[in-house]
Structures are given as C-alpha cells and as structure tokens.
Nanobody
Framework: QVQLVESGGGLVQAGGSLRLSCAAS????????ITWFRQAPGKEREFVAS????????YYSDSVKGRFTFSRDNRNNTVYLQMNSLKPEDTAVYYC??????????????????WGQGTQVTVSS
C-alpha cells in the first residue's frame, strides 16, 4: 500500500505562484512514477506533469510546460510541483497519483493505483 498526501493549494492572482507538495508513505520503493493530474469543474481529469522515480525522467503537458516544474526530495519521499505564471485556466483540484504497475501509460488516469485526496488551486483574474 502507498499513501499520498497533497498540500499547498490555495487562492492566488493570475501571474502568481504556488508550490504543491505530495508526500508518499508506505511501500514507496514500489512506486514507478508519481504524476500530477487536475480536474476543473465539469471537465475530465487531465495530465499535468509526471516524474519517473527510477529514471528521473520528467514530463509536462503542453499547457504547463515552461511554467510548472517538478522536483523531488528522495530522503523525505516528497515531490513538489512549482507552479509559476498561473492563469485562471489553471484553476482545478490537483491530485497526485502513484503508479506501481509496470507498462501503464504515464498520461492515463487508469494507469494509477494510488491517489491523494486532492488540493484546490484557484487562480483569480
């Protein structure tokens, strides 16, 4: 079992910054990738950014590339998503998810077997 706890969401004006955290516990050595998804009201959950815990490869959606940065603290089993130049369209509940099953697609919700509770990010115009 893996447990994920997100924090760091909040309300910010457009152009501002936030840093989200995702702390993993339990069988963390089984995690292949940790990924951030987001879900805006009335929309499907969408891929934001991912890091492969074994290769350190990092991937971003086109909508956040250049504005969001993934980082990790291996000692504390925590990953971070630094979000800069925030836009109103970034408003959503942000979820971190862990994949412990090989060969799944990084970008698909169904590939992930563990999820955090979500943290709200609201960007005002």
């Amino acid at each position: 079992q893996v447990q994920l706890v997100e924090s760091g969401g909040g309300l910010v004006q457009a152009g501002g910054s936030l840093r989200l955290s995702c702390a993993a516990s339990g069988r963390t050595l089984s995690i292949i990738a940790i990924t951030w998804f987001r879900q805006a009201p009335g929309k499907e959950r969408e891929f934001v950014a991912s890091t492969n815990m074994r290769t350190s490869g990092t991937y971003y959606s086109d909508s956040v590339k250049g504005r969001f940065t993934f980082s990790r603290d291996n000692r504390n089993n925590t990953v971070y998503l630094q979000m800069n130049s925030l836009k109103p369209e970034d408003t959503a509940v942000y979820y971190c998810a862990a994949d412990t099953i090989p060969y799944g697609s990084t970008y698909l919700v169904g590939s992930y077997d563990y999820w955090g509770q979500g943290t709200q990010v609201t960007v005002s115009s």
